[in-house]
């Protein structure tokens, strides 16, 4: 059998300096993650549906999993990671939100056990790789920007 690589999104919600994660199961087979994410903290995506726009994937990963109603027009993409195992092979858009309206609430139990906001400067671990990657790549991006080089 071929395999592809797939394509998946990311999305870092930003309120008051903090951003929005998740907890995976513990069972592998409830946190549904290929990149074997399971009990690691992530934030809201997914996989890109046929179709799909990489914004439209946004939307729908964050309300699909949280509830809330992200503004599509405020999203800016942060990076681009490759995350390549024997077993998956993913292509992420990582994307920032500060555009936001409503409460996260767990709406797949299944794979989520509870949503928690968490300063910058205190993450929880372990962390959701490709989550991880986002959250690194934003840091870099401020850092320059503070700097002028941006």
């Known amino acids: ?43 809201p995506g997914g996989k890109l549906e046929f179709g799909e726009t990489l914004k439209d994937a946004c939307f729908r990963e964050v309300f699909e999993e949280t509830g809330i109603k992200i503004n599509k027009d405020s ?7 490759e995350n390549i195992l024997e077993d998956a092979h993913f292509i992420t858009f990582g994307f920032i939100c500060q555009d936001f309206e409503g409460e996260a609430k767990v709406r797949e ?10 300063d910058l400067k205190r993450l929880p671990t372990p962390l959701y790789k490709p989550s991880e990657e986002i959250i690194k790549a934003y840091q870099a991006y401020r850092q320059q920007k503070d700097f002028g080089e941006v």
Do not use: Y
């Not at 999203?75 to 990671?81: F, P, T």
């Open 1 to 43: 059998m071929d395999k592809f690589p797939k394509v998946g999104v990311g999305i870092m919600l930003l309120k008051d300096g903090k951003v929005l994660l998740g907890k995976r199961h513990d069972d592998p087979k409830k946190a549904k993650s290929e990149l074997h994410g399971e009990g690691s903290w992530t934030m």
């Open 109 to 118: 139990p299944e794979e989520i056990v509870e949503w928690k906001w968490f």
């Open 75 to 81: 999203l800016q993409q942060i990076c681009v990671l």
